[in-house]
């Protein structure tokens, strides 16, 4: 899982390259703009799957086939899909699907992102794991572990988040 912070398209990349990889994504709007986006997101060997029950069994699929998935845990997802949890403090929409796959496919779950370096020079990529009990949770306490890593990771450097998404 890697959220909306420092360059995920970078860490994108950088889990295909080092794994083979299916990747949930929202298309864009623009025919144009998505088909470029798409193509990068592809460029080493990612399969995309669009956020919907089709791409879930694709996930699944995937997990079958010994692949590394990814999810971006700050997606909001659509009415009755989530739990409700807090970020911050905040109540937010918060995504099961993350526990739901990890639970039934007793698969480990990993966080990455990568972190802008000052002066373009370079990124730091910062990866880990959830903790074991993860799994033991119910799915409102998963989402509450869940969003205490994403602001552990958001605060390692908070002007990288992406504040203005959903």
């Not at 069994?57 to 409700?84: C, F, R, W, Y």
């Not at 119910?138 to 992406?162: C, F, G, M, P, R």
Request: glycine share 6%; with cysteine; hydrophobic share 40%.
């Amino acid at each position: 899982m890697t959220p909306h912070h420092g360059s995920w398209e970078l860490t994108g990349l950088f889990a295909a390259s080092k794994i083979k990889t299916c990747v949930m994504y929202k298309p864009l709007r623009s025919k144009i703009l998505n088909d470029f986006v798409l193509s990068g997101r592809k460029s080493k060997g990612t399969t995309l799957v669009e956020t919907d029950n089709a791409g879930v069994k694709e996930l699944l699929k995937a997990l079958k086939n010994n692949s590394g998935i990814g999810i971006l845990p700050d997606h909001t997802p659509k009415i009755n899909q989530g739990v409700m949890s807090n970020i911050y403090n905040v109540p937010v929409n918060t995504t099961a699907l993350i526990h739901k796959l990890a639970r039934k496919n007793k698969i480990p779950v990993v966080y990455i992102f990568s972190e802008r370096l000052p002066h373009g020079k370079g990124f730091d990529i910062h990866i880990g794991t959830v903790e074991r009990i993860f799994y033991e949770l119910d799915e409102v306490k998963a989402a509450d572990l869940l969003n205490k890593i994403l602001e552990t990771l958001i605060n390692k450097n908070i002007s990288q988040y992406l504040w203005a998404y959903e």
